[in-house]
């Protein structure tokens, strides 16, 4: 048995709600997940000891009102230095915590190491994370965009079928 088209629930924009939210959580995820994978921040002169992953990861700082002043160190297990790259595309990042970047650098094998900056700001801290670029960010615009636009058509048909008889 079949049901009457006009007694046929209709829930195309719950799917479009829904849709729309996946993306944007996605969109989210992409924008925001960085922050939430640094390591426990410290103090300007303190050393950091951090464990790290083959590939690229990036150094945070706090406040960073003297950027150019503002020197990071590290030593890697089998003689290997901190070669901190300022990378023109790198991101800082807002949640939870606004944290500016510093510079990148790459680990060519996972292993611990201790990491230090310094600076002329009395109150910094820095930290160690995934590298967000500024590709990242537009990725995640990019991915936002549709997400909005699933969620107004979910709202407007919504809207259009809650209207008809």
């Known amino acids: 048995m079949t049901i009457p088209q006009a007694r046929r629930p209709r ?17 989210a995820a992409l924008a925001f997940s960085p922050g939430f994978r640094l390591a426990p921040p410290a103090a300007f002169g303190e050393e950091l000891a951090v464990d ?7 150094i945070y700082v706090t406040p960073s009102d003297q950027w150019s002043e503002i020197e990071c160190t590290g030593t890697f297990p089998g003689g290997g230095v901190l070669q901190l790259r300022p990378d023109m595309t790198q991101q800082g990042l807002l949640i939870p915590e606004a944290w500016d970047a510093q510079g990148s650098f790459s680990v060519g094998i996972p292993s611990p190491g201790t990491i230090t900056c310094d600076g002329p700001v009395a109150d910094g801290r820095f930290t160690v994370g995934p590298v967000m670029t500024f590709f990242t ?4 615009v990019l991915l936002a965009i549709p997400g909005i636009l699933l969620v107004i058509a979910g709202v407007v048909v919504g809207a259009v079928q809650s209207r008809r008889p």
Not at 137 to 140: D, L
Request: glycine share 14%; charged share 10%; hydrophobic share 70%.
């Open 52 to 58: 790290l992953s083959e590939g690229d990861h990036a």
């Open 137 to 140: 960010v537009v990725g995640a």
């Open 11 to 27: 829930r195309a924009w719950w799917i479009l709600l829904l849709l729309g939210a996946l993306v944007l959580a996605g969109a």
